[in-house]
Each structure stands twice: as structure tokens, then as C-alpha cells.
């Protein structure tokens, strides 16, 4: 952690930032800021120095979007239980730099009322933007790792109708209030929240005259993808009975405009059973609760979910042991997220899993961004790079989010490596990164310093010493460049985080 | 070390891969419509009554009906939505064929379990590894593959290519070329090529394909593309992409199968009819496979064009003017020597009686695979169809005269 601001300073930069902001050079702004708190490249860095990842850059990397300067030694100082504990309770870690940076986006703090007034490309703007921000920032790595999790898990697809001006309330009052929850308030907070009403047809759900026909969209992904799985037991008759339960969810207008209300007279109120339980007629709006608790208690659920959890900290190949641990925890808890979190990152199985997973474009991009210690306001260039790789913020058409395995991501190499070489160059407008300090920072003081031991770097950027092979390429790269120009410096650092070693996580 | 020159380290690339064969004589285009398409509003089965009387709202009008909201009458029983003209020709000509009733066994009604399903080419709960893509692939050509043998515009592969020995993922093949930050990047991709044939997982084989791919790309990526016989393309990804595709064709660089989706046909709310959600799409995919099919006029005896979608959709309408997952659908193939200008595959009915009780759509007749198994066999010239598909008894259907 870094030294507690006083709250007079706080105050001081809140108050400059507040009117400096909007005009244009910001970023530079941004960069002093971090200076004056210490959020900035640090003096001085240690570099692992095993062959194999250091275990507190594989904690960070897997709880977290990878270290950003100092991070790792920060950990191994504190001891990693102490830093688990501590992300665990993220109100506890003063994460007010980051608020600081990400406080211009300022439609997603607003409701969805007051949204409307804004245009969507700014209403997308700001989402994506901030989304990325506090991934890089946040001090709260956990949490920001475990909403972008569940903003797969939940996921929302921004461009499909109202959906742009409902997420940010989503996120807040859903994903964020509740990512390290418990999953059944998750569930339920979901499952009538406006951005998912509009995403999967929820507020067109209605019992409509004798012969009534309700929309299962919903219910179905409900069953399928938020709670039991696939195989998770369910008929087409659950599906159609939970569709029941659901209806009668609207949309407000006017002043109520994008506020969820139940409607009693589109309700079906008959009785219905749902996975072998009984929902006695007249529940009216608590059918919903009644359904997320037979959902969410369901034994299925509990695999699905340590299924879910496990493949993204540990392994594409979830160990049946740990997968059982997990699953008893949210069994015994009643679905709490935080016991899950901690029986899988306290596990052997996760530490030795380091290095064996592929990070998804939007990892990779952060945590380029975070090795680097880049400044950055998080603007169109940088989501350009997302999108071109096919995982933009919210912009999955699909409710089964994001894909979570290597394979779908093997053809976005190239995008990779190009925006690596961008970063490190300095040619992304809104993302610059001082690669000299950074190199200073290592140890290595001047361009000779850096031909002698790329290593050094590599170990930085990497968490482990480079292979005889990776020495090796590095080695034949170097004695084809000439060391009188900079610009080595920035190709040599794009070219390590190009490299496969800095793909996996 | 001496300074190597670009020439040289393109040459040293282009040799290492061996069996690079600069035309294919066929080219399989695979187009997916992804979230479930309503086939019975884009070849409407206007001489069955239950047809307009169970979709009250988003009906296609009668052919017999006047002015542009009337669908375009095929035949005796079916019309065609009347978004789709511009394929009209095509169809008229014989070169289109489409077959009613495909779909596959899984009674899920997911969209993810039955796009996997079929483009892995399993059967429900049977797996048979990989892409059905990818099998063919392998089937095929054995290990005589180029980098660009398998291209899918957009950012990610497709499951049907899961497996493939070399495929690529591409939006535009313009910017398709390394970046860095000095001179002669080939020292750079000389590095890169290093690293990543040093890697033992599963990174390697994506990473020297994808520096194999760049060297290929350098040579097209100088001239601009002109269309042939005045396509006109449309502004939608959908067409973009299929640009892409005509311009690899044309190029010969030894494309064999190329993926294009056009996402967004879960229309479960207001669906539209001759205009409105689905109407769009329809749109787009009409205009699109026109323009793909001029432009590409002198590759007819060259490329194949498939069709299809995850499932269709319930053959009545929802209380929100929409329509639920369903089952049968009708795929579609272009290309030439087809029995084309007509919808083969018998008519199921759209099954009154049964849809009060819940889930239900067009009866399923024809296995999907057999659609595949036919085009691969009669179109591709693939020999052994069951290295495609394993343990699967194809149908007939007869879609290539």
C-alpha cells in the first residue's frame, strides 16, 4: 500500500481535478496526480529472480489484472494471506486515485432517468472507459476482477435496445454491490434489474388473457447459464414454469422511466412447480424470490458455480478436488462468494497452476498497461484495440458472456503484439507509458545497461528469468538493432510482452 | 549476425512451410445466422393457412396481394420474404437450393449447446472432437494446408474450426502486418518466430501460423480491391466481411473454407414482418449475398455457398410479437450443378395441434448433417465422409444434381 493521503491533500487535488478536468490535456494532469500519492513507477523495483513465477506475481496476475510497479514486492512484504484478506474486504483498502481518475465518466453514477438524457455514444464512452480504468487503477484488484467475472456471468449486451442507458445501474446495484456477495442476492438483484429486463425480454413476460403465451427468454438463461448449467437437471417444463413466475416484471415511463416495477395484473398467479418444488399460487412479486432461492439452492448450481470460479482463478481443467472444496463452501454457506475465493486461492492446486492459463484480450491489455505503469485516460484508441480483438466492455451479443477458454482468443496475436509495439512507442494517444524511468527503475540505467541484461526486464514484465531459448531470441534480436536509438528500448520491452511468456497467466 | 534483409527472411518463411499451394480449386463459404432464424418469414409457406393464422402480426403477406409488402411467389406453396429479391436471380437460375425441415437432434433449445453442436458436427451427447470444419479439413488435404486455407472474418475462430491445422481469424486483410517500433520489422517477426516455436503450449502452433499468414497477406495487402461486374457491396460488417472473402478467392491464396456470421436473429420481441428486426437482417444477408455472387462470377465452378442457423424459431408467434425457440429451419446452398430453384425436403406443417402444450417449432427431417455430409461429398469431393462425421448415416436429400 502505499502512504495514506492526508485528507487536506485529498481535498486540495479533489478541488484542482474538479475544474481541470474537462479541459483537454487531462492526462498529463493524470500523471501528477499520481506522482504527488506515490501511484507513479516507484525508484526503485526487485526483479524475481527464480526460473519459476514468483508466487505473490501469480497471485496478482490470477487475483488481479498483473502487478502493476512494485505491486510484487509490495505483496511479498505484507505476506500473500494478508494481501488475500485485504482484497477480500475492499472497503478497507483506500482505492480514492483511482476514484480520482475515474470520476469524469460521470454518467455511471447517474440512474437511468437522468441517463436518458445522454447520447449513447456517451453513455458507451463512459461505461467502457471506466470499466477499464478501474481495472488498471483500482487498488481493489480482486473486486475488479471478480465484476468482470460476474459481468460475464450476467452478462449484458449494451447495444441490444434500452440496455445502454440501464447497465450502469446494473453495475453498480448488482455486480459491483454484490460481487463478493452472496450469490443469491446476486441472482436476485439481477433478475429484476432494467438492464436485464430489456437484455433478455423480462419486461415483455406477461400473462396475456386465457391462453396466455410468456416470453422464456429469460427463464431459460436463467436456468441454463446464471445458476444450474445445462446439465444441471432442468426440463423445458422448469423452464416454462419459471417463465411463469417471472411475469408481470415492467419497465417504468416517464419520471419512472428505466425503474422496475411489478405489475400484479400481467402476473400469472396460478401455482406453479419448479424443479420439483411447489410455488404456491397468489406469490405474486415473490415468485421471483422464491424461484432465485430454488434456482440458487439447487446442488447443481453449487457445481456450476465452483465450476465457473475455478476454471477462471485456477484452471480451463478444474480439478475435481477442488471443484468438491468449492462447491461444499457455497453449499454450507449458503452461496457466500468470499469462502469460495479463498478455499481456491489458498489452494495448492492454484499455486501450482502459475503460467498456465491464456490471458483474454482484455487482460492482456490491462495488464500491459498496469507493467508498465502507463498513464492513461482510457480513451478511444485503447478501446479500439478491444474491440478489434473482439472483447469490448459489455459488447457480447450473447447472454452466455465472453468465452472464458484459450481457443476462441488463439487468432488475436497479432492484434496483441500491435498493441503492444503501439504502447510501448508511445503512438496510442491516450496512453503513454516513461519506459526509461521504468528501465531506471530495474536497474538498468542507460540503453547499454539494457542490451547487456534483457533478462532483467523480461524478469519484471515475465515474474521468472527468461528459458535458454528466450535468452536466446532475445540475444539474436539485440545483435540486429542498433543500441544508439531509443527506440530499441521500446521495441525490445513490446517485444517481451509480444512474447508467448507474457500471454499466459 | 548480419544484418538479414526483409526479402530474405520472407523467402526463409515462405520455404519452411512446404506445401504451399498457390490455387484451391474449391472453396467452401460457410455463413452462420446466429440466434436462431425464422426461416418460415424468409420462404414463407403461403398456401397453408395455419401460417398466417397462427402469426397474426408478423406474417409475410400473400404473393397474390399487390405492391412491395406482397411476398415474391416462388411456387405453388412458398414465397420468398420480399427483402430477399436481390437473390431472386440467383435462385431463378438454378444455382440456388434450398432444403426445408433441417435441424438437429438436440431438444435443449440453447442457443450455445446447438451452434456447438453443429459446428462441432456432433450429434446430441456424441462428440466427435473438434470442428466439423476442421475434420474436413484434415480429411481433405491431409497436412497440405496454408496459412490462409481457413480464414473466419471477425475477431475470434468459430467452433467449427476448432482443430483446424491453420486457420486464421481476420476483420480486414489490410492491416494484417506487424507494427513495431524500428526498421525492417523482420527482425522482429524473426524474434517473435523464435519465441513462439520455443513455446511447448498451446500457444506455438497459433504463433508461427499467424507470422506465416503475415508474409502471405504482404504480397495482396499493395493493391486495392475493384469488385467485378459492378457488386455493390452494401455498409454492413455482414458484406464487408464477405468482401474480404471474395478478395482472398480472387487472390489465390489457397483459401478452402471461409466462416462469415450474421449475429442478431433471436428475435423473441417484436420481430417485425415485411419490415422491422428481422426484416433488416434479412436485408442485409440478401443484399450482401448478392453482391458476394456478382463479384465473384468467374469462381462459380470454385466456391459453395452454405446457409444455416442453430434452429428455427416456433412456428407461432409470442405474446410480444416475437418468436420463441424452435427447430426445424430452412438451409440454404449456392453454387453451381445444385438441383437449385426449388425448396426441397418435404413440408412437416406447422403442427397446430401441438403448440398449446409448450415447446415446439418446424418438425426436424433432415439431420443438419446430412446438408453438410451432401456438400461435402458432391461439391468439395470429400471421399471419406465419415472422418467428417463418425458413425453418422447420412439421409438423401439430393442437393447437387
Known amino acids: ?505 | 549476425m548480419p544484418e538479414q534483409s526483409r526479402r530474405q527472411f520472407l523467402q526463409r518463411l515462405a520455404l519452411r512451410s512446404d506445401a504451399l499451394s498457390e490455387k484451391s480449386d474449391k472453396t467452401l463459404v460457410c455463413i452462420f445466422l446466429r440466434g436462431g432464424a425464422d426461416t418460415l418469414n424468409m420462404f414463407i409457406p403461403y398456401a397453408d393457412d395455419t401460417y398466417y393464422k397462427i402469426r397474426p402480426t408478423i406474417s409475410i403477406p400473400h404473393p397474390s396481394g399487390k405492391g412491395s409488402d406482397a411476398s415474391i411467389r416462388l411456387d405453388d406453396f412458398y414465397s420468398l420474404h420480399p427483402k430477399l429479391a436481390p437473390i431472386l436471380p440467383i435462385y431463378k437460375e438454378g444455382r440456388m437450393a434450398v432444403v426445408q425441415a433441417v435441424g438437429t437432434d438436440n431438444p435443449t433449445g440453447s442457443h450455445f449447446e446447438t451452434q456447438d453442436q453443429m459446428e462441432h458436427g456432433d450429434g446430441f451427447k456424441k462428440t466427435a472432437g473438434g470442428g466439423w470444419l476442421a475434420r474436413y479439413l484434415r480429411a481433405r488435404f491431409g497436412n497440405n494446408l496454408t496459412p490462409l486455407s481457413a480464414v473466419s472474418i471477425g475477431p475470434m475462430l468459430p467452433e467449427s474450426l476448432r482443430g483446424a491445422p491453420g486457420a486464421s481469424a481476420i476483420t480486414t486483410i489490410d492491416d494484417i502486418r506487424i507494427k513495431a517500433p524500428c526498421e525492417n520489422p523482420a527482425v522482429v517477426a524473426q524474434a517473435l518466430t523464435s519465441l513462439y516455436g520455443a513455446d511447448v503450449g498451446v500457444l506455438s502452433i497459433p504463433g508461427r501460423d499467424t507470422l506465416r499468414l503475415l508474409t502471405r497477406v504482404e504480397t495482396l495487402r499493395t493493391a486495392e480491391y475493384k469488385p467485378a461486374n459492378g457488386a455493390n457491396y452494401p455498409d454492413s460488417n455482414f458484406a464487408r466481411g464477405l468482401r474480404e472473402v471474395a478478395r482472398l478467392i480472387k487472390s489465390d491464396v489457397g483459401l478452402e473454407v471461409a466462416c462469415v456470421d450474421l449475429d442478431g436473429w433471436d428475435t423473441h420481441f417484436v420481430q417485425g414482418s415485411v419490415d422491422g428486426q428481422q426484416a433488416a437482417l434479412i436485408e442485409t444477408l440478401g443484399a450482401g449475398l448478392a453482391a458476394f455472387d456478382a463479384d465473384l462470377a468467374s469462381r462459380r465452378k470454385q466456391v459453395t455457398t452454405l446457409i444455416i442457423t442453430e434452429f428455427g424459431r416456433r412456428t407461432y408467434e409470442n405474446g410480444s410479437l416475437g418468436t420463441d425457440h424452435g427447430r426445424g429451419f430452412a438451409a440454404m446452398v449456392i453454387g453451381d450443378g445444385l438441383r437449385g430453384g426449388q425448396i426441397l425436403g418435404r413440408y412437416p406443417g406447422l403442427n397446430e395441434a401441438k403448440w398449446v402444450l409448450g415447446p415446439a417449432g418446424l418438425d426436424v427431417i433432415y439431420d443438419y448433417r446430412t446438408v453438410l455430409s451432401e456438400v461435402l461429398t458432391n461439391k468439395m469431393a470429400l471421399r471419406d465422409i465419415g472422418a467428417v462425421f463418425p458413425g453418422f448415416e447420412p439421409q438423401k436429400i439430393g442437393i447437387v444434381a
Open chain 1, 1 to 505: 500500500m502505499t502512504s495514506e493521503l492526508s485528507r487536506r491533500e485529498f481535498l486540495a487535488i479533489s478541488t484542482l481535478l474538479g475544474c481541470a478536468l474537462p479541459l483537454a490535456g487531462c492526462s498529463n494532469l493524470n500523471g501528477y496526480v499520481a506522482d504527488s500519492f506515490g501511484g507513479g513507477i516507484p525508484e526503485k523495483i526487485s526483479v524475481p529472480d527464480s526460473p519459476q513465477i514468483d508466487p505473490a506475481f501469480h497471485l496478482i496476475s490470477r487475483a488481479g489484472f498483473g502487478p502493476w510497479p512494485g505491486d510484487v514486492e509490495r505483496i511479498n512484504k505484507q505476506g500473500a494471506k494478508a494481501w488475500i484478506e485485504e482484497q477480500l474486504e475492499p472497503e478497507s483498502i483506500d482505492d480514492r486515485l483511482c476514484d480520482f481518475r475515474s470520476k469524469r465518466f460521470e454518467s455511471v453514477f447517474l440512474d437511468p432517468g437522468t441517463c436518458y438524457e445522454f447520447k449513447r455514444e456517451a453513455l458507451r464512452k463512459d461505461l467502457c472507459r471506466y470499466h477499464l480504468m478501474r481495472s488498471v487503477y483500482s487498488k481493489r484488484q480482486l473486486l475488479e476482477s471478480m465484476v468482470e467475472f460476474f459481468s460475464d456471468h450476467f452478462n449484458i449486451y449494451i447495444e441490444k435496445g434500452d440496455c445502454i442507458y440501464l447497465k450502469a445501474t446494473d453495475d453498480r446495484s448488482v455486480i459491483r454491490k454484490n460481487a463478493l456477495g452472496r450469490f443469491h442476492d446476486l441472482v436476485l438483484a439481477s433478475a429484476t434489474s432494467p438492464a436485464m429486463l430489456v437484455y433478455l425480454d423480462g419486461k415483455e413476460n406477461k400473462k396475456e388473457g386465457p391462453k396466455g403465451i410468456p416470453n422464456e427468454n429469460y427463464a431459460r438463461e436463467l436456468l441454463e447459464l446464471h445458476t444450474l448449467g445445462v446439465d444441471g437437471g432442468y426440463t423445458q417444463n422448469d423452464v416454462y414454469e419459471a417463465a411463469r413466475c417471472l411475469t408481470g416484471w415492467r419497465l417504468g415511463s416517464d419520471s419512472k422511466r428505466g425503474t422496475a416495477f411489478f405489475d400484479p395484473n400481467l402476473h400469472d398467479d396460478g401455482e406453479k412447480i419448479v424443479l420439483g418444488k411447489k410455488i404456491r399460487a397468489g406469490g405474486g412479486e415473490k415468485d421471483v424470490a422464491a424461484l432465485v432461492n430454488i434456482a440458487c439452492n439447487h446442488p447443481s448450481t453449487a457445481k456450476y458455480i465452483a465450476k465457473k470460479l475455478v476454471s477462471h482463478f485456477v484452471s480451463e481443467e478444474p480439478p475435481q478436488a477442488l471443484l468438491n472444496r468449492v462447491a461444499k463452501r457455497y453449499s454450507e454457506t449458503g452461496g457466500q462468494i468470499k469462502p469460495m475465493i479463498r478455499e481456491i486461492l489458498y489452494s495448492n492446486e492454484f499455486k501450482e497452476s502459475a503460467g498456465s492459463k491464456m490471458k483474454r484480450p482484455f487482460q492482456y491489455v490491462v495488464s500491459c498497461l498496469r507493467a508498465t505503469g502507463a498513464d492513461t485516460m482510457a480513451g478511444d484508441e485503447v478501446l479500439e484495440y478491444l474491440t478489434r480483438m473482439g472483447h469490448g466492455p459489455f459488447q457480447y451479443p450473447t447472454p452466455d458472456g465472453y468465452p472464458t477458454e484459450a481457443n476462441p482468443w488463439l487468432g488475436t496475436l497479432l492484434w496483441r503484439w500491435n498493441f503492444a509495439f503501439a504502447l510501448c512507442s508511445n503512438s496510442i494517444e491516450t496512453a503513454k507509458v516513461e519506459l526509461a524511468d521504468l528501465c531506471n527503475a530495474v536497474g538498468l540505467e542507460d540503453l547499454a545497461g539494457i542490451k547487456k541484461s534483457p533478462a532483467t526486464l523480461f524478469a519484471y514484465l515475465a515474474g521468472r528469468r527468461p528459458n535458454a531459448e528466450e535468452s536466446k531470441a532475445f540475444k539474436d534480436y539485440l545483435s540486429q538493432r542498433n543500441f544508439e536509438d531509443e527506440k530499441v528500448r521500446d521495441e525490445l520491452v513490446g517485444l517481451i510482452l509480444s512474447s508467448p511468456a507474457f500471454q499466459k497467466v
